[in-house]
């Protein structure tokens, strides 16, 4: 069996490759988030037959170190690149789309000599594992799904848990919860899984805007939008037509959950049952509770609430793969304490109100104002930095962002605090009054007494 070494730190990305290059080619794939990763792979390890790296990793030529890493090190490995970003050699392989996996597995199969006769007759087992994301967004099932019970050391049974034409979710999402990573189908349905699978994601995106739409689904295909949005910022800097459609369907779909939400519990509720990640349940709270500012301060209006939705969706976009890398990390400024992360991911933490600004310079229609209020959102003229004294030389609703932010930081800790560490609302909003003395901040901050837990 082949041996191929993929270099991506998106896991839905991660998901799709392995088991489109798996079923179609019959390829073993083996997935390293960075190149140091994989380099140290390739080192102990020089018998791969091909390796396939996204362009860019974290603003990293990645495409450009693999390939010198291997010309430099005389591995006769052939390289395929995911994007077109990369500075190689014009008989590098490049696949220009990172959602192309057809272009992927026929470049994968060329590459490997692997023949379309070689494809037709692989010796698969009876049941096809299929990582249990992907079924996430499928409205029904094409063939029976089955869950594996390993009964000894050698012997496993197989459950059949969905029959074909079945919904998987919510009765897929009991099984994530459990820790389960895979689901098993039969193998000469396994093509008909995986296509369908692979175009599910991207429809899902097209279909926010649908009434039939439950915000349990929209807060889900939301985060998925933002994953893509943020890895296309990171990896190009630059917004294309396919960035500003799916933000703007994401955004619209955030205003809907949000003013769909008469109390915070009830977006609190819809994010711990979507088991959403950190950064992204903080996106959406603090968008909910700069909402409820915009709607109760004086000066507020519905052109303000716009620019709020657009601002929360961009602000963190940079923040977005170093959260992925690193699950665990929750608040920004002990982020840049944290040993794991290395000198350039912290330089992007603290740089990356800049960034976010910096990339939305371009964008067509962009809301007045919006690209100064992303760059302050932490109190900083430059956009560099966490400030220490909020002082009034900032933006009004980026003192908006600031005290939502704070605001959603102290109610998601609070939701990790025991009964008694619990604080109350009016607990929170004596703290930040004490925390933000200036009064043009304590204005903000007197608004949310009056939102509803």
């Not at 096809?128 to 996430?136: A, Q, R, S």
């Not at 979507?274 to 950064?279: D, E, H």
């Not at 977005?320 to 982020?335: N, R």
Request: aromatic share 8%.
């Amino acid at each position: 069996m082949s041996q191929a070494l993929i270099i991506s730190d998106n896991e839905v990305l991660n998901d799709l490759y392995t088991v489109n290059l798996e079923v179609y080619t019959g390829t073993n794939v083996t997935v390293k988030r960075n190149c140091d990763d994989a380099i140290e792979l390739l080192d102990l390890h020089p018998n791969i037959d091909v390796v396939i790296s996204l362009c860019m990793l974290e603003d990293v030529d990645s495409g450009a170190i693999i390939y010198q890493h291997l010309i430099e090190n005389d591995m006769d490995i052939p390289l395929i690149v995911i994007g077109k970003k990369s500075d190689v050699p014009s008989d590098v392989p490049q696949v220009q789309g990172c959602y192309d996996f057809k272009l992927l597995v026929r470049t994968v199969a060329k590459v490997l000599e692997i023949t379309a006769k070689d494809m037709a007759v692989l010796n698969v087992p009876e049941y096809y594992p299929i990582p249990i994301k992907l079924f996430y967004n499928v409205q029904e099932v094409p063939c029976d799904v089955f869950f594996k019970i390993k009964k000894s050391m050698v012997e496993s049974e197989y459950l059949k848990i969905f029959f074909r034409g079945d919904a998987p979710s919510p009765g897929v999402k009991k099984y994530i919860d459990e820790g389960v990573h895979f689901l098993y189908v039969d193998s000469l349905k396994r093509l008909e899984m995986i296509n369908l699978a692979s175009e599910c994601i991207l429809t899902e995106l097209k279909r926010l805007g649908s009434a039939d739409i439950s915000d349990e689904k929209k807060i889900e295909v939301i985060e998925q939008g933002i994953e893509i949005v943020a890895n296309r910022l990171f990896e190009t800097r630059e917004v294309n037509e396919e960035i500003i459609k799916i933000s703007e369907t994401c955004m619209e779909a955030i205003k809907s959950v949000v003013s769909n939400s008469p109390k915070l519990e009830n977006i609190l509720s819809l994010l711990t049952a979507n088991r959403a990640s950190y950064l992204y349940s903080h996106s959406i709270i603090a968008t909910y509770v700069a909402t409820h500012i915009v709607r109760t301060i004086s000066w507020g209006g519905d052109s303000h609430i716009d620019k709020i939705n657009f601002v929360f969706f961009f602000h963190d976009m940079f923040l977005a793969p170093i959260y992925t890398k690193y699950p665990e990390l929750k608040y920004e400024e002990e982020a840049l304490f944290n040993s794991k992360l290395s000198d350039e991911e912290k330089e992007t933490i603290l740089s990356h109100a800049r960034l976010a600004a910096d990339a939305l310079m371009k964008y067509p229609r962009l809301p007045l104002g919006a690209d100064q209020i992303i760059l302050q959102h932490h109190g900083m003229t430059n956009g560099q930095g966490f400030a220490m004294n909020y002082k009034d030389d900032i933006s009004p609703l980026a003192k908006v962002m600031i005290i939502a932010e704070a605001f959603t930081e102290e109610i998601l800790k609070s939701l990790d605090d025991s009964d008694e560490g619990k604080l109350s609302k009016d607990d929170i909003v004596a703290q930040l009054k004490s925390r933000y003395m200036k009064s043009t901040y304590i204005k903000i901050v007197e608004t949310l007494s009056e939102i509803k837990f």
